[in-house]
């Protein structure tokens, strides 16, 4: 490839690659992984004849499709040999993620975990076809199936998604509001505000990956839920504070024990009240809190 070519097949690449990662991050739940895949995406498209490709978005999605696939049935190994719950790698994003309404869901943790409920090639169609509105064609060409059998596997993996997720939207300012609540209860040690903002019903997961003391299995409801998180990170003598950001393009804390990062909390509200806490402390998943990951649909 000469000097030209390349330069070309560079522009074109880093044009795309916001799309591309936010593509593998919303098939992998890793950014890690996210980033090898484009390594490897990258490594393939400089060596492609540039002159036989019509579409350069769609010839970068499809090699990053097959990538992230391969890497999802290696990764699947990996999460079963995982210390506790397995939570996908939050992201500080930016304010236009938040504004923009079908992407902020999309890679909400809450959907993310649904994600991790469907088959490496459910997730994949899935992905493709309801997040980018990626062609039937194009979809069957990227993972190796027939255009039927992915239009199949589509209708099967939304309806396992639609059963699954939040039953209805909720606007940021009252995901805001909800998490404020918990923010001053968590900081004043206050357990009645924690009950007061926790739904009933409400779900813990957290992530420690084997390094920060998490619990081995998801908690439920909100007596067992405020004593956990006043127990384990609210301990006495400590000074707590819950940081607002935005995480995976939804309102979050990241917070701070004694100064220093402990975790960062992504939430799900339903009637102004927290129905899920996911609360991620494995180190090694909060390298992406410290500047915001440019994330895109197209």
């Known amino acids: 490839m000469t000097d030209h070519a390349t330069n070309e097949a560079t522009e074109t690449f880093l044009a795309y690659r916001n799309l ?25 498209w400089v060596k492609a004849d540039m002159e036989q490709v019509r579409d350069p978005r769609a010839y970068l999605v499809r090699i990053t499709t097959r990538q992230a696939l391969n890497r999802l049935r290696s990764l699947k190994l ?82 396992h998604v639609d059963a699954r997720r939040p039953r209805e939207a909720v606007s940021s300012s009252e995901t805001r509001a909800a998490l404020e609540s918990f923010q001053r209860a968590l900081e004043g040690g206050d357990l009645q505000g924690l009950l007061d903002v926790l739904a009933p019903e409400v779900v813990l997961v957290s992530d420690g990956g084997g390094v920060k003391q998490a619990a081995p299995r998801p908690i439920t409801g909100a007596g067992k839920v405020a004593r956990f998180i006043l127990g384990s990170i609210g301990k006495a003598g400590v000074t707590l504070t819950g940081d607002p950001t935005a995480v995976n393009g939804n309102p979050g804390l990241v917070v701070r024990v004694d100064g220093e990062i ?24 909060l390298t992406r809190i410290a500047s915001e990951t440019p994330l895109t649909l197209r």
């Open 262 to 285: 402990d975790g960062v909390i992504a939430a799900r509200v339903e009637d102004d009240r927290l129905t899920g806490l996911y609360y991620v402390r494995n180190p090694q998943k």
């Open 78 to 159: 990996r999460k079963e040999a995982y210390v506790g719950p397995w939570l996908p790698e939050p992201l500080l994003t930016a304010p236009d993620v938040a504004e923009d309404v079908e992407l902020a869901e999309s890679v909400s943790m809450a959907l993310m975990l649904v994600l991790e409920t469907l088959s490496p090639t459910e997730r994949a169609v899935f992905v493709l076809r309801e997040a980018f509105e990626v062609g039937y064609d194009e979809i069957a060409a990227a993972i190796g199936k027939s255009p039927a059998a992915v239009r199949q596997i589509a209708y099967r993996a939304r309806r």
């Open 20 to 44: 591309l990662f936010t593509v593998a991050y919303e098939m992998l739940g890793s950014a890690a992984d996210a980033e090898d895949v484009l390594q490897e995406t990258w490594l393939r």
